[in-house]
């Protein structure tokens, strides 16, 4: 619990900081700050929205797995006995269910799976050893475009995946209400 609350803290803290100004490089352009700073706040905006659409998946993907655990109609429904004696909508209507969890199941896991992106960016982990040494090179000539045109590959790369990510969450999100309406279809239906 008291971990908790310092955590907490500490996350407030950080939040409610003021951001540094950004020192420039000498002899860069002075319209590269603000444009820099826009273009920090889209890498901070792509990375919680990534938080955002994993947050998503797990919903779904929780609602779904406590659908098939907690509900006797919908385990009853996927038996083999009761799909083999169906009629020909009850059989349909099952099927789409079916469908529809193994479809909301698949996206949801793939959301939080994690994506191997060729990045080059220093703020990419993966791009390391090799974008180091291309940032002290870069320190090395004083070359004031690098940090801005990293900084853009980045971006363009959590955008990317981004993307990705809200593609599946839609397809998981679309699929969750298939499977509920097959779900109250399969209430309804006689049998």
């Not at 905006?45 to 990534?50: L, R, Y």
Request: aromatic share 8%; charged share 20%.
């Amino acid at each position: 619990m008291l971990k908790e609350v310092a955590q907490k803290r500490w996350s407030d803290e950080v939040s409610s900081a003021p951001i540094a100004p950004i020192a420039l490089p000498a002899g860069a352009p002075p319209t590269d700050c603000p444009f820099q700073r826009h273009l920090m706040d889209a890498n901070r905006n792509f990375v919680d929205q990534i938080r955002v659409a994993d947050q998503k998946a797990a919903y779904i993907f929780t609602f779904v797995l406590a659908l098939m655990v907690w509900s006797t109609e919908t385990r009853k429904a996927l038996s083999m006995q009761k799909l083999m004696a169906d009629d020909p909508v009850s059989l349909a209507v099952t099927l789409l269910l079916l469908a529809s969890i193994v479809v909301a199941l698949g996206a949801a896991i793939c959301v939080v799976l994690p994506r191997a992106r060729p990045g080059v960016s220093v703020l990419y982990w993966g791009a390391w050893p090799s974008a180091g040494d291309r940032l002290l090179a870069a320190r090395a000539e004083n070359n004031p475009d690098f940090v801005l045109k990293d900084l853009m590959r980045n971006t363009e790369t959590l955008a990317a995946i981004c993307k990705a990510k809200y593609r599946l969450v839609i397809l998981a999100f679309r699929s969750l209400l298939v499977m509920v309406i097959a779900y109250l279809g399969l209430l309804i239906l006689p049998g």
